[in-house]
């Protein structure tokens, strides 16, 4: 069952990389565009954080286990796919994605698409993807690996939002203000 699990994340993941390279999205008129080039002080280590919260989730659901039910996994892969969804909808939709908390020259603040739900709609769907695994292969390892990607994202954002308010300034802060950080309405 294990092997099923991870052929989903390949698919998600290749989507991923794939409507990263194919599709590109459109430079927005009248966006909030920074005029200088930022590199957020952290950045290296949420990245690190979010890496280990991964490792350790593919590192437990390499070693698998199995469902407790059957439906268990079936809401599992919904959640995945939700998440990939959410994901290819950011690609789609933002035009200045980077791996890195950087900021170049010509970013453009995205507050459009997903960014009118959640603040990071890349980092919800990753903790979706994460959440889906825990309930399709729920060992104690896979959930200690879905902790470890929210906290990794949880650290990247913080970071992200210290670094957009010094590059976009008053703009950003009133789109903190009214757009939650992860999930709509809450948190």
Not at 38 to 64: E, R
Not at 120 to 127: K, Q, R, T, V
């Amino acid at each position: 069952m294990a092997r099923w699990l991870l052929a989903l994340h390949a698919f998600v993941w290749g989507g991923f990389i794939l409507t990263r390279l194919l599709f590109r999205a459109e430079k927005r008129e009248n966006a909030v565009t920074s005029q200088e080039t930022h590199q957020a002080a952290g950045s290296d280590l949420g990245l690190l954080a979010h890496c280990a919260g991964f490792g350790i989730l593919y590192f437990a659901i390499f070693f698998g286990g199995e469902p407790w039910f059957a439906p268990q996994s079936g809401l599992g892969a919904f959640l995945i796919l939700a998440g990939m969804a959410l994901m290819l909808w950011t690609l789609r939709s933002f035009h200045s994605w980077r791996l890195a908390a950087r900021i170049e020259h010509g970013h453009q603040l995205a507050t459009h698409g997903p960014f009118r739900l959640i603040r990071h709609p890349i980092y919800a769907g990753l903790d979706l993807l994460a959440l889906g695994s825990a309930f399709w292969l729920p060992t104690p390892l896979v959930w200690l690996g879905f902790v470890g990607v929210v906290i990794g994202g949880d650290v990247r954002a913080r970071v992200e939002e210290k670094l957009l308010a010094r590059a976009f300034g008053s703009a950003y802060e009133d789109y903190r203000r009214q757009t939650k950080r992860l999930i709509p309405g809450i948190y």
